[in-house]
């Protein structure tokens, strides 16, 4: 029986690779070598989630009908009877409630895009803490950044298909944001609502952009992001043995592959927990889309929070002047742009170029495999925790009212303090991680230098204590001395010796600025030399002490051991 | 004097004490309470004296003993009715702990016997709205459908899509309203306490009115879709999405990744 299954299988496989010489990417792939660990696994998250909705996506387009024709609601939901809707969100009560299992599934979907772009993010942070995205990874940082921002577009795009009053009033947000925009704005959002808003031609082209366009795009992207890893090869933390120019770990196949594939089900198994247990987007409570009501709790999905926090604090009015203007009979919302627009692009955009601006600092061209331990890059530390502070600042303005009624604080002294956190917070908390980054670099010169406090202290005749230091192993030393020493980068000259003023010194000179500001205050690794002096005048006494120690332990058992044998004599 | 003295330290004599005084609390009680079979809605000439004093000893600090009010520490009363007074007392707000952004609910201070007296009283004092009768307020009798519109377009702004609660300005909030009784939403409507404002008959019929705690009658039934995470919206969605699920599975990556072959 097994020796005609194997027959089976391997003349399948050959009538297969003689058709497509399939065999040697076979080979290729399930040999390609991965480093472990679990921080390793967070893009993946990602990429399931996304699975997920595709799977999910694909149930739902079979019962939603993207239509924003009138009807009156037949269905079984009491607070619905009668109730006239468009199709769009009819549908999506039917999918919920006479479908079966339509509910779990648009749980499922929901519960997976908060998901997505949550795990994103996460995946973003690991890759941006151990200085993963340096060359020649930059392209692909971008590249994942693209499919961050795609992640968003997917999101609200699926967020106002149901067409109800929450996302209703998020699409009319859109609309002020995209009517804000000086001089194309009323055009754009003529043209993309189909005239005056709402319309009934959004429903049906945000349909399109979000089951066509915008995950195919993103399926595309993941391709290219996938086909980068393999082209440049994983990245590896940093230990004995791995370098720049090498990938220590296991093959794909076939350790990877079945913890890969048990960890889609992994992920596909919380999100169905999370979704068959606690109910997400409750449209039958908003009720069908009307302009004019608009209820309190009313946020976008918490991805685009960060916006509307933006929004709810600028201010009206800066320093006596208002934030919107009206010019020649134009009116210019400041106060809309601003915040909508002009703050979250350069946010976005700092982040898009983050690996171009670190590798300025540097001045370094080489290829970085081998990944920084966080504290080793205290600055880039701290430039990440400032960033996290902001945006999770301005999420928590986006829910202020949820936190005012929460607390029982209130809503205008909430938003007064943020106007001020967001300034002082961020820079706050680069400065407080940049210091925790270089102590503890100095803690792990101080362990190289010194080793393990072993607790162990031995007192010499002539009344000397030594406390005896333990060395670190091979290992341990190699992951605290072998990280990049960067020093400022050194110009040329403004002018040359005749005096003529240099092409590009500017340039350079920003460059240096950039440099001094990352590695001005900097801890030195341990050189080859300072360990070996410190092994000679610690290691020496050290040694000597251990020696001591052990036998003075053996001396005093020796002691004990007469004391009991006395004691026995003298009892008897 | 010296035999009274020596009576009064006899041993029993604390006991008979309190068996007296109990025996003397029952009996005014007995006689003080008014039985059950007696209540009506109608409010008789006792009632008014009976709240009267009620409200001489507990809100006339405040609102004066003639509930005209004290500019800047609580307003008048005449001719806000009986309702009103049915709803701040019967919700625990009035008699206010601590003045603050807004009277809170807290345990009701008061029997509804002794509410029913108090709302006489300062329904006595000038023509307001009258506490709503069963049949007005039975969510059995209202259309939940129609209370759903009413409800979203009326008090979804304050209270929430399904009446979960929201901030206002100061400090101030409109309350869940998950837990309130049909009674207590019917005149809050009819009265506007604090800062909510009055929805009278002409702007909101009683019949609307019945459909609205229709509305939010049918929401104890539960959310179809599983636990409601506070019928707040996608804040605290959100907020699980990141603290459950992604905590769930980032949990699962280390301990896969803990299984290092």
Redesign the interface.
């Known amino acids: 029986m097994g020796a005609k299954l194997d027959r089976a299988a391997s003349g399948t496989a050959n009538y297969v690779d003689e058709r497509t010489s399939i065999g040697g990417f076979v080979k290729f792939f399930a040999r390609k070598i991965f480093p472990?660990?679990?921080?390793f696994?967070?893009g993946?998250?990602a990429l399931y989630s996304f699975i997920i909705l595709l799977l999910s996506g694909v149930f739902l387009t079979a019962f939603y009908v993207p239509s924003m024709t009138e009807v009156h609601y037949e269905g079984p939901f009491?607070?619905?009877?009668?109730?006239e809707m468009t199709e769009a969100f009819a549908s999506t009560l039917k999918t919920?409630?006479e479908v079966p299992g339509g509910?779990l599934i648009r749980?499922i979907h929901h519960?997976s895009a908060?998901?997505f772009i949550?795990?994103i993010l996460?995946h973003m942070c690991r890759v941006f803490f151990t200085g993963a995205f340096r060359k020649p990874r930059e392209l692909n940082w971008l590249v994942g950044f693209t499919l961050f921002v795609l992640g968003l577009a997917a999101g609200f795009t699926g967020y106002s298909l149901p067409d109800d009053?929450?996302s209703g009033n998020g699409l009319r947000i859109i609309d002020g944001i995209i009517k804000g925009v000086p001089l194309i704005g009323t055009y754009t959002s003529y043209w993309l609502f189909g005239g005056e808003y709402p319309g009934v031609d959004i429903i049906p082209r945000l349909f399109t952009a979000h089951i066509l366009l915008v995950p195919g795009l993103i399926l595309a992207l993941i391709a290219l992001h996938l086909f980068l890893v393999f082209l440049h090869k994983h990245t590896q933390y940093p230990g004995g043995g791995r370098s720049h120019r090498n990938v220590v770990g296991?093959p794909l196949f076939p350790?990877y592959t079945a913890?890969a594939g048990?960890?889609f089900f992994?992920?596909f198994g919380?999100?169905a927990l999370?979704a068959?247990?606690?109910?997400?987007?409750?449209v039958?409570?908003?009720?069908p889309y009307?302009p004019?009501?608009?209820?309190?709790?009313?946020?976008?999905?918490?991805?685009i929070?960060f916006v509307d926090g933006l929004l709810r604090m600028w201010p009206g009015w800066l320093f006596g002047l208002p934030t919107e203007w009206e010019l020649w009979g134009y009116t210019l919302s400041l106060n809309i742009i601003l915040p909508a627009v002009i703050v979250p692009a350069l946010f976005f955009g700092i982040i898009a170029l983050y690996p171009w601006i670190e590798a300025w600092a540097t001045g370094d061209r080489g290829e970085k495999h081998v990944l920084d331990r966080p504290r080793n890059v205290p600055v880039r530390t701290g430039i990440g925790v400032a960033f996290i502070v902001f945006y999770v600042l301005l999420v928590i303005e986006?829910?202020?009212?949820?936190v005012?009624?929460l607390f029982?604080?209130?809503?205008?002294?909430i938003t007064i303090f943020m106007q001020w956190a967001i300034f002082l917070l961020p820079p706050l908390a680069f400065w407080i991680t940049k210091r925790i980054c270089l102590g503890l670099q100095r803690k792990d010169r101080e362990l190289v230098l010194h080793g393990h406090e072993t607790g162990t202290i031995v007192r010499y005749e002539h009344g000397e204590y030594v406390e005896v230091h333990e060395p670190l192993d091979a290992q341990e030393t190699w992951l605290r001395v072998s990280y990049e020493n960067y020093t400022p980068l050194e110009i040329e000259p403004e002018r040359n010796d005749h005096g003529v003023a240099r092409n590009g010194y500017r340039w350079d000179r920003f460059k240096q600025r950039l440099s001094r500001f990352y590695f001005e205050e900097r801890i030195e690794p341990v050189t080859p030399a300072e360990l070996e002096a410190a092994r000679h005048h610690h290691g020496g006494a050290s040694a000597h002490g251990k020696s001591d120690a052990a036998e003075a332990e053996s001396a005093d058992k020796r002691l004990d051991a007469e004391w009991n044998e006395l004691d026995g004599d003298a009892k008897k | 004097m010296h035999a009274i003295a020596r009576r009064r330290h006899h041993r029993a004599a604390p006991l008979l004490l309190v068996l007296a005084l109990l025996a003397l609390i029952t009996g005014i009680a007995a006689v003080a309470a008014p039985s059950t079979a007696q209540a009506s809605t109608e409010a008789s000439a006792d009632d008014v004296v009976a709240g009267e004093r009620l409200f001489a000893a507990n809100c006339a600090s405040c609102h004066g003993l003639d509930a005209q009010g004290q500019d800047g520490v609580a307003p008048s009363l005449v001719g806000i009715g009986a309702a009103a007074v049915d709803f701040q007392v019967g919700t625990g707000r009035m008699p206010m702990q601590a003045s603050g952004?807004q009277a809170p609910v807290k345990p009701v201070q008061f029997s509804q016997d002794q509410i029913e007296q108090l709302a006489a009283w300062v329904a006595s004092l000038g023509a307001g709205p009258a506490i709503p009768t069963a049949d007005e307020v039975d969510p059995a009798l209202g259309?939940?459908?129609n209370?759903?519109?009413v409800f979203?377009?009326n008090c979804?702004?304050?209270?929430?899509?399904?009446g979960?609660?929201?901030?206002?300005?100061?400090?101030k909030?409109?309350p869940s309203l998950l837990e309130t009784t049909p009674t207590h939403i019917y005149e809050a409507m009819l009265t506007g306490p604090q800062s909510m404002p009055v929805f009278n008959d002409a702007n909101i019929t009683p019949e609307m009115k019945r459909d609205v705690i229709a509305?939010l009658d049918?929401q104890s039934n539960g959310?179809?879709?599983?636990?409601?995470?506070g019928?707040?919206?996608?804040?605290?969605?959100?907020?699980?999405?990141?603290l459950?699920?992604?905590g769930?599975?980032?949990a699962?990556?280390?301990w896969?990744?803990?299984r290092?072959?």
């Open positions: 472990d660990h679990w921080s696994m967070l993946e998250i009491a607070t619905m009877h009668g109730v919920s409630f509910l749980q519960w908060l998901l949550a795990a996460v009053v929450l296991l350790v913890k048990g960890f992994v992920v919380i999100v999370v068959s247990v606690f109910t997400i987007n409750p039958w409570n908003y009720g009307d004019s009501p608009v209820s309190a709790g009313t946020q976008p999905d918490w991805y929070l986006g829910s202020n009212d949820i005012a009624n029982h604080l209130s809503l205008n002294d | 952004p259309d939940p459908a209370g759903m519109l979203r377009t979804a702004m304050c209270h929430g899509s399904i979960g609660g929201g901030a206002l300005t100061q400090g909030f409109a509305y049918f959310s179809p879709g599983g636990l409601s995470l019928a707040i919206g996608p804040v605290s969605e959100g907020l699980w999405a990141w459950v699920l992604l769930l599975i980032i699962s990556t280390i896969v990744g803990a290092s072959s």
